[in-house]
């Protein structure tokens, strides 16, 4: 039976590897290469070396702000959702009635796509700026935390769905052996509940940050980076430089695979300190 899986085994990955390859693989070995290159199509490119990535930090300080930006956006919004996601959880988890019906409605705006979701809260937040004769392209902090709130509506109910089902398991007798030492309920949570949740925390902190990184359609529909480009993520800033323009493609191209590489480098950093976390628990 072993010797059959090692013999087959390869032909049964291989169309999931080819599949791969040509959806993923090759189409970002080509965007690095691409990003060393001027072009306006992949058949005209020219090397011009490190250029696209000297001009990405020098031509104007759009690509900087951005990721300023996004880094104070992605802070909030990871520890902001996570603490909620946990709360609501923890709480749905007690004995309160209709729990089933709070976790529908609380996980519903996650099926919304994004770009619903920026008109929705732009008309809500407009319509409660309006009384006062603002609107939210007023000042850089309306569209910050209206894109905190947006991110918050939407992944809240989806982390709160995970951290259900770490809690659910843990095991009940914990809990009964807490009580037993004297452990009050916030002592309880702190030594016993949370130890036992960390991988759905570090799953729930992974998810959060990479998606909070790279928020674009939510950006887009809701300030479209007003006022100016104050509010503009990284995202958004690499649409609008690749496509903004004729000639500066490739250095859209480059500021996207710095963007990988930023996003690479915080989910490897966060998974890394997650698990030793864990093991400390």
């Known amino acids: 039976m072993k010797d059959q899986l090692k013999r087959w085994g390869a032909v049964f990955i291989l169309p999931t590897l080819i599949a791969f390859a040509i959806s993923f693989l090759v189409p970002f070995v080509m965007g690095i290469y691409l990003s060393f290159t001027d072009f306006t199509t992949v058949t005209n490119a020219t090397f011009v070396g ?30 902001s ?5 946990f709360l609501l959880a923890y709480l749905l988890t007690g004995k309160i009635k209709g729990t089933n019906a709070f976790r529908t409605v609380f996980f519903m705006p996650n099926l919304i796509g994004g770009i619903v979701l920026g008109y929705i809260w732009q008309l809500i937040i407009n319509g409660i700026l309006g009384s006062f004769g603002l609107d939210i392209t007023v000042d850089a902090s309306y569209g910050f935390w209206g894109l905190v709130v947006l991110m918050n509506w939407q992944m809240v109910g989806y982390m709160m769905i995970i951290y259900i089902a770490a809690l659910q398991n843990v095991p009940p007798e914990m809990h009964e052996v807490a009580a037993i030492d004297g452990a009050n309920r916030r002592q309880s949570l702190r030594h016993v509940i949370l130890p036992l949740v960390m991988p759905a925390i570090t799953i729930c902190t992974f998810l959060t940050l990479t ?3 790279k928020v674009f359609d939510q950006n887009y529909a809701l300030t479209g980076g007003a006022p100016g480009k104050e509010t503009s993520m990284l995202a958004l800033d690499i649409f609008r430089t690749f496509y903004g323009s004729i000639g500066r493609e490739g250095v859209g191209q480059a500021k996207a695979v710095i963007f990988f590489l930023i996003v690479a480098l915080i989910a490897l950093l966060q998974m890394k300190l997650s698990s030793r976390f864990e093991k400390d628990e």
């Open 81 to 85: 959702i996570n603490v909620i996601a």
């Open 50 to 79: 490190a250029d696209n990535y000297i001009k990405a930090f020098t031509d104007n300080s759009d690509f900087l702000n951005a990721l300023w930006f996004t880094v104070k956006f992605t802070v909030v919004s990871v520890i």
């Open 211 to 213: 998606n909070a990184f």
